[in-house]
């Protein structure tokens, strides 16, 4: 188990990244394009705060979504940006973040309240309909650009997207055996690792690989 620092968490966003801008929705708050300078700004703050998560490949977020409204947790905002892929400028990639505040403890306006079910709608979509890269660091809680002392947020993040579904029709894939070979016939994904939260905050990742023990990784940060 690994644990946070025990303050409290105020925020925690889904943040998904993808090559293909199908992943944003519709009503998500468009943020200008990227720049160079933006670029080099986020590579250097990349991997900072405290790591909850390591990377877990094909992990599914679908339970998350509940974990949420258990832990009173509400859908305050969603925003997207097209960014600068630095291997390749002329293929730029697409960021997609949802923000989560305790319920009641930020003022939604009536506009978002009048969208926010199709973004909630577009969410489970994403997390229900494909596997995901996951990880997820603690950090400090900014508001107006000024550090919330002793308030935290969490920061899920998303990548390396393996679809599950696509035109609706699920996707079917071969299995790899020990050195990596494709062995037996094309078969649905199988979705064995997933990442949970108590309403205590505290992320799991729990997998359920075939013959093996399950294995449950915790990390935890005090939520009020």
């Known amino acids: 188990m690994v644990h946070g620092s025990g303050r409290k968490v105020e925020l925690i966003t889904l943040q998904f990244v993808g090559s293909n801008e199908s992943i944003v929705p519709k009503f998500a708050r468009r943020l200008p394009d990227e720049t160079w300078h933006e670029m080099s700004d986020r590579r250097d703050r990349s991997g900072t705060g405290i790591r909850l998560i390591e990377p877990v490949e094909e992990a599914s977020p679908e339970l998350l979504l509940e974990d949420l409204r258990t832990a009173r947790f509400e859908m305050v905002d969603a ?10 400028s002329k293929k730029p990639f697409y960021m997609v973040r ?34 995901w890269r996951i990880f997820a660091h603690e950090n400090p809680l900014f508001v107006n650009d000024r550090e919330v002392p002793e308030k935290r947020s969490i920061s899920i993040n998303l990548g390396t997207r393996v679809p599950l579904v696509i035109d609706g029709k699920p996707v079917l894939r071969r299995k790899k055996d020990g050195q990596g070979r494709p062995v037996g016939a094309p078969a649905h994904i199988d979705t064995n690792r997933f990442v949970r939260m108590t309403k205590d905050c505290v992320l799991r990742v729990i997998d359920l690989t075939p013959e093996e023990n399950p294995v449950v990784v915790e990390a935890e940060a005090e939520m009020a």
Do not use: H, W
């Open 98 to 131: 949802f923000m989560f505040a305790r319920r009641g403890s930020v003022a939604i306006t009536r506009s978002f309240k009048g969208i926010r079910y199709p973004l909630e709608r577009s969410l489970k979509r994403l997390c229900e309909n494909s596997l």
């Open 79 to 88: 925003e997207c940006q097209r960014r600068i892929n630095k291997a390749d």
